[in-house]
């Protein structure tokens, strides 16, 4: 079992930044990937970024490339998703999710954390 709790979400401006912070403990030795989704109200949720953990491979969803990047840090445990240049249309809650079997953008990660609000005003 993995367990992830996500931290960082809240309410920012139209253009500002945020970084999301996701701490991961149990069984974290077998991870193949980790990832970010959101999920607006009324919509599906949707995969945004994610990082291969044996090789550090990133991957981005069209929408955030080149305005959010995907990091660890391994001693800790942690992943990270810095937002930057944020629009409204980025307001969501975000999950941080975990898998132990090959696959990186569809949603059949074995392990998700409870979510945290990211608000943009306009």
């Known amino acids: 079992q993995v367990q992830l709790v996500e931290s960082g979400g809240g309410l920012v401006q139209d253009g500002g930044s945020l970084r999301l912070s996701c701490a991961a403990s149990g069984r974290t030795f077998n991870t193949y990937a980790m990832a970010w989704f959101r999920q607006a109200p009324g919509k599906e949720r949707e995969f945004v970024a994610a990082m291969a953990w044996r090789g550090g491979s990133t991957y981005y969803a069209d929408s955030v490339k080149g305005r959010f990047t995907i990091s660890r840090d391994n001693a800790k445990n942690r992943l990270y998703l810095q937002m930057n240049s944020l629009k409204p249309e980025d307001t969501a809650v975000y999950y941080c999710?975990?898998?132990?079997?090959?696959?990186?953008?569809?949603?059949?990660?074995?392990?998700w954390g409870q979510g945290t609000q990211v608000t943009v005003s306009s």
């Open positions: 999710a975990s898998r132990e079997t090959a696959g990186i953008y569809t949603l059949a990660y074995a392990y």
